[in-house]
């Protein structure tokens, strides 16, 4: 992958299209190969050797093109003589969904849909190598992905409210700001009823 990883970035999986998207490029060479051989021989070698690079160039744009998903985007790059790449971070992802036909679920390859916010639209991507694998990842990354801001939510708000024990008297204002900080991660489920009680007496105990 070309794309560099930001601070604390993991990698979950990277995948490509299915083997099949290059059947097509070595069929046609193979069939001009025997046929050049056999018709024109010497000078159907040198023809086989030229056309060999058709197959080579699908190749070599099959192995660029891949998915990378981390612990906080999916990256779509493609292009081995050109460049081209796209991001889409994890909060910004709606819904991911997948569909196999029969050939597909036979030989493990199908499309992923994916939607993200309206301003990025939606991108279908096809012939992918075990696709829902792909969809799964995805939408684990979303969960830890959620996980994850909550507890820094949380953790922030713990130490600004330790903070105002050992500072001047909080106003009103920043106590209700505070208070609604608090309700939001309960319902989140950042935090226990236990622990948002505790912390709601602290706050008006100041």
């Keep these: 992958m070309r794309t560099i990883l930001k601070k604390d970035e993991k990698i979950l999986l990277i995948t490509r299209q299915h083997w099949i998207k290059l059947v097509l490029s070595f069929f046609v060479w193979l069939v001009v190969a025997v046929l050049s051989i056999w018709l024109l021989q010497t000078m159907g070698l040198i023809i086989t050797l030229a056309a060999a690079l058709y197959p080579l160039f699908e190749y070599l744009n099959?192995?660029?093109?891949?998915?990378?998903?981390?612990?906080?985007?999916v990256v779509d790059e493609s292009g081995f003589f050109t460049r081209y790449s796209k991001e889409s971070p994890l909060d910004k992802i709606n819904n991911v969904e997948y569909d196999q036909s029969i050939w597909g679920r036979l030989f493990g390859y199908g499309?992923?849909?994916i939607q993200t916010a309206a301003e990025m639209g939606e991108t279908t991507y096809e012939l992918i190598h075990h696709p829902k694998l792909l969809?799964?990842?995805?939408t684990h990354a979303q969960e830890e992905y959620k996980k994850t801001a909550i507890i820094n939510q949380?953790?922030?708000l713990a130490q600004a409210i330790a903070a105002t024990s050992f500072a001047t008297p909080p106003s009103q204002q920043m106590?209700?700001?505070?208070?609604?900080?608090?309700?939001?991660?309960l319902q989140?489920?950042?935090?226990?009823?236990?622990?948002y009680l505790h912390q709601k007496n602290r706050l008006l105990k100041n």
């Design 135 to 138: 969809k799964d990842t995805i």
């Design 111 to 113: 499309n992923v849909d």
């Design 188 to 195: 989140k489920g950042g935090i226990t009823q236990e622990e």
């Design 62 to 73: 099959w192995k660029s093109n891949l998915w990378c998903i981390t612990t906080v985007r």
């Design 175 to 185: 106590i209700a700001d505070e208070l609604h900080k608090l309700f939001e991660l």
């Design 154 to 156: 949380a953790t922030q």
